[in-house]
């Protein structure tokens, strides 16, 4: 499968507790978007990378909230101290960008339930 | 601040009934508007990108047209299968990424 991978695909954790969401993007894919959803609403954007460089961060992003993307490959997301109003699907997707506006491949999401 | 709404929020149809989905978007400083199809707990799949107002892009029953201030999704003959939700996002603003989703039509194609 060449698609965009997330994983896992299912979160349940206690309100206070850490967690980390890794993206594997689709081979050759130079950017890297996570984007949250909740039921009824469209996707969010919270962040994007182009390679290693993380270029755009939402302002909705808390400080709980941090990505990575060591060396231009994967992609983890971590959410520190939960609440349950990070409940939510979180989605990572990827594009093979040299210029402007180009189209993004979603992959099939985590579902967060922070209980 | 960049605004994407879609109408209906929901829509009924039979077998066969072509309709269309509405999207209105921030008018200045649209550099590509995007529609993608999601079914229940899955991510959302890519079906089109347009660019400029005029034009247009189909792939089997669903085509998607521009204007300068909306975009439409027109479903012809429409099958069970074409059943999803179907969101419209906007790519605004120089220098950024970021794309912003309306909350999309929920489709639902009765036999």
């Known amino acids: 499968d060449t698609g965009v991978s997330q994983n896992p695909r299912h979160k349940i954790t206690k309100r206070g507790q850490n967690v980390t969401f890794r993206c594997d993007p689709i081979s050759e894919h130079n950017r890297l978007y996570w984007y949250r959803q909740t039921l009824g609403q469209g996707p969010e954007f919270l962040t994007y990378f182009q390679n290693e460089a993380q270029l755009e961060k939402s302002r909705l992003l808390s400080d709980r909230f941090s990505a990575e993307r060591p060396k231009g490959s994967f992609s983890t997301l971590e959410i520190q101290r939960t609440e349950q109003g990070d409940s939510a699907m979180y989605l990572c997707?990827?594009?093979?960008?040299?210029?402007?506006?180009?189209?993004?491949?979603f992959g099939q999401g985590t579902r967060l339930t922070v209980v | 601040e960049d605004q994407v709404t879609q109408s209906p929020e929901a829509l009924r149809l039979q077998e066969g009934e072509s309709s269309s989905l509405n999207c209105s978007y921030t008018?200045?400083?649209?550099?590509?508007l995007f529609w993608y199809r999601q079914d229940p707990g899955k991510g959302p799949e890519f079906l089109f990108t347009?660019?400029?107002a005029g034009e247009e892009k189909e792939k089997e029953r669903l085509k998607a047209t521009l204007t300068k201030k909306e975009s439409f999704l027109h479903i012809t003959a429409p099958k069970p299968e074409d059943s999803a939700t179907y969101l419209c996002?906007?790519?605004?603003?120089?220098?950024?990424?970021?794309?912003?989703f309306g909350k999309g039509t929920k489709l639902s194609v009765i036999p």
């Open positions: 347009l660019y400029s």
């Open positions: 997707a990827s594009s093979l960008g040299q210029g402007d506006a180009t189209e993004a491949f």
């Open positions: 996002a906007e790519l605004s603003g120089a220098g950024s990424y970021q794309l912003t």
């Open positions: 008018v200045s400083g649209l550099r590509g």
